[in-house]
C-alpha cells in the first residue's frame, strides 16, 4: 500500500514515525558537501534538483583551479559590482562608463526595468542617449508603489539635467504599460516630450501566427514609408 508516495506497512513504516521524517531519511543519498553544492545551486531561478545534481557533479569533475576561478568570479561579482548613484545601471565605478562619457546626447533618457535591458539595447549600437534603470515596475498586487522602484531618482534627473526627452522602454507587459502610463502623467506636465518604445511584430515573423495584442500594438506604431 503507498500512502502520500511513501509505502505503507509493518515492513516499511513504522507509524509512530512522522512521514516528513521518513521523506527526509529517504533522501539523504548524497555527502554533505554535495547536498550543500546542489542547495546552493537550487538558490538559482530555474533550477531544481535533478539539474543541481548535474551540475552539482559537473562541478566536482571540474578542475581544481577552475573551480577556484569560479569562485572567485561569484565574490568578485557580488562585492566589486554596484549601482551607478545616477542612473542606477550595475557598473564596478560610479558614475558607470555610460554616464561619464561625455559624447552621449544627454537631452534624451531611455528608462528601462532591468540592467540586462541596457546592455540589450547597447548591443544595438544605434542609440546615443543616457539611460535610467528603474530595477523593477509598479505592480499594486505585489505592493510595489513608485517608492520602491527608482522613480524618485528619475524625477530627481529631470529637475536638474538638461533632458528634452524621456523614452519609456518598460516591457509590453500590465504592469510594464501600468508603469509607463504613471511615468507619462508624471512627466508631461514638466514640459518634457515623452515617447514610448514600439511594440509590434518582430522582424521574420507572420502575421497569422501574431496575437491580437502584438497586432494592435503593430498598427498602433505604424510609421510613413
Request: net charge negative.
Amino acid at each position: 500500500m503507498i500512502e502520500n508516495g511513501i509505502p505503507c506497512g509493518s515492513r516499511f513504516l513504522n507509524p509512530m514515525i512522522p512521514v516528513y521524517r521518513v521523506r527526509k531519511e529517504m533522501t539523504m543519498q548524497y555527502p554533505e558537501p554535495i547536498s550543500k553544492l546542489m542547495d546552493s545551486y537550487m538558490k538559482l531561478p530555474g533550477i531544481g534538483a535533478k539539474t543541481a545534481a548535474r551540475l552539482a557533479f559537473f562541478t566536482i569533475d571540474m578542475r581544481e583551479e577552475d573551480v577556484t576561478d569560479f569562485a572567485k568570479s561569484l565574490i568578485s561579482a557580488k562585492r566589486d559590482l554596484h549601482y551607478c548613484s545616477n542612473c542606477g545601471q550595475i557598473t564596478e565605478d560610479d558614475p558607470c562608463q555610460i554616464c561619464q562619457d561625455k559624447s552621449r546626447d544627454r537631452s534624451i533618457v531611455l528608462v528601462v526595468e532591468d540592467p540586462k535591458d541596457v546592455m540589450a539595447l547597447e548591443k544595438m549600437r544605434e542609440y546615443h542617449g543616457l539611460y535610467h534603470v528603474l530595477h523593477g515596475v509598479l505592480s499594486p498586487i505585489e505592493g510595489t508603489g513608485p517608492e520602491d522602484i527608482n522613480i524618485p531618482s528619475l524625477i530627481k534627473r529631470l529637475q536638474s539635467d538638461e533632458i528634452n526627452e524621456v523614452i519609456i522602454a518598460t516591457n509590453a507587459t500590465a504592469e510594464g504599460e501600468a508603469t509607463a502610463m504613471y511615468l507619462s502623467r508624471l512627466i508631461k506636465p514638466a514640459g518634457i516630450k515623452v515617447t514610448r518604445l514600439a511594440h509590434g511584430l518582430s522582424v521574420g515573423s507572420d502575421i497569422e501566427y501574431a496575437d491580437e495584442i502584438t497586432l494592435l500594438k503593430a498598427v498602433e506604431g505604424r510609421r510613413e514609408l
